[in-house]
Nanobody, 124 residues
Framework: QVQLVESGGGLVQPGGSLRLSCAAS????????MGWFRQAPGKEREFVAG????????DYADSVKGRFTISRDNAKNMFFLQMNSLKVEDTADYYC?????????????????WGQGTQVTVSS
């Protein structure tokens, strides 16, 4: 069983930065894709960023491209989301996710493992 735990959420002013972390534990052998999703109040959960364990291939939602960066530390079984130039519309609960193979990155149902979420609020 794979467990994921997010940390780093909080309140930040527009234009500020936050760094989210996701720690993986349990039976993580075979995990190859890692990612971040977010869900704003009253909205559907949406893909934010993803990365592969092998090769480090990345992809981002258009709304965050150029502002957010996903990275991973394979030795520590952790991955991160660096969020810069934050906007009010980035306010949401952020979830880390992981999967083994055949992942459709933008499909919530394709990912097998999920964290509990961490809240990010961007407000002046």
């Amino acid at each position: 069983q794979v467990q994921l735990v997010e940390s780093g959420g909080g309140l930040v002013q527009p234009g500020g930065s936050l760094r989210l972390s996701c720690a993986a534990s349990g039976t993580i052998f075979g995990i190859n894709t890692m990612g971040w999703f977010r869900q704003a109040p009253g909205k559907e959960r949406e893909f934010v960023a993803g990365i592969t364990l092998s090769g480090g291939t990345t992809d981002y939602a258009d709304s965050v491209k150029g502002r957010f960066t996903i990275s991973r530390d394979n030795a520590k079984n952790m991955f991160f989301l660096q969020m810069n130039s934050l906007k009010v519309e980035d306010t949401a609960d952020y979830y880390c996710a992981a999967d083994r193979s055949r992942t459709i990155w933008r499909s919530v149902r394709s990912w097998d493992y999920w964290g509990q979420g961490t809240q990010v609020t961007v407000s002046s």
